[in-house]
């Protein structure tokens, strides 16, 4: 079955911890982006990549790191210096659409929730 | 003003009855949107895309009015499934890179 599958299901991190979500998908798709979900709201952009070997920072980067080494494969690297980490982490990936724009729907893993101990 | 904007709710809706909610985007050069469904505590999955003439899915009906800048979607005869947060995606194509942004959802509750 294709999709995408994140891991762990849950994970904690004590302080000064960096921690590293994963995200493999088998769909062939070329784009995958990172989210966050605060309780209640909606999901905000922190990286995405259109192609391997190279990402981009969505609206909240900042204390989150990347990588795009293989294309089924979008690693996020929770840091230290994000200092309120916990929220519902989320994975997608798409195809491209023309002129490699990414306007087509997004499909879901089904997400990491990160705690912090 | 928010980028995109959607109701929070929760609307509470009879089981078999009609209820609809729209979502506003601030950005007329938009052009791809689409409707997700969130159940709690869960990933969000793509309900439908919404065209430009409008479309319909079963029990479900997107529609786009670009003069007013908001999407909707109707869904008729409820079901208790159907009690969800349902989040709207509005695509700016860009030549710098699209900028996708999603609503804050609405939520809603289908009663017995």
């Known amino acids: 079955d294709g999709g995408i599958t994140q891991s762990p299901k849950y994970l904690f991190r004590k302080e000064g911890q960096n921690v590293t979500l994963s995200c493999e998908q088998n769909l062939n798709h070329d784009a995958m982006y990172w989210y966050r979900q605060d309780p209640g709201q909606g999901l905000r952009l922190i990286y995405y990549?259109?192609?391997?070997?190279?990402?981009q920072k969505g609206d909240i980067a900042e204390g989150y790191s990347v990588s795009r080494e293989k294309k089924e494969s979008f690693p996020l690297t929770v840091t230290s210096a994000q200092k309120n980490p916990t929220a519902f982490y989320l994975c997608?990936?798409?195809?491209?659409?023309?002129?490699?724009?990414?306007?087509?729907?997004?499909?879901f893993g089904d997400g990491t929730r990160l705690s912090i101990l | 003003r928010k980028e995109v904007e959607q109701d929070p709710g929760p609307f509470n809706v009879p089981e078999g009855a009609t209820v609809a909610f729209n979502c506003t985007y601030s950005n007329s050069a938009s052009q791809s949107f689409f409707w997700y469904r969130q159940d709690c505590r869960k990933e969000p999955k793509l309900l439908m895309s919404v065209y430009s003439s409008g479309n319909e899915d079963g029990r479900f009906t997107a529609q786009l009015n670009r003069a007013s800048q908001y999407i909707s979607l109707l869904i008729r005869d409820s079901k208790l499934s159907d009690s969800a947060t349902y989040l709207c995606v509005v695509i700016l194509i860009k030549a710098a890179g699209n900028k996708l942004t999603f609503g804050g959802g609405t939520r809603v509750l289908v009663k017995p």
């Open positions: 997608a990936s798409s195809i491209l659409g023309g002129r490699g724009n990414s306007n087509q729907p997004q499909h």
């Open positions: 990549s259109q192609i391997v070997n190279d990402f």
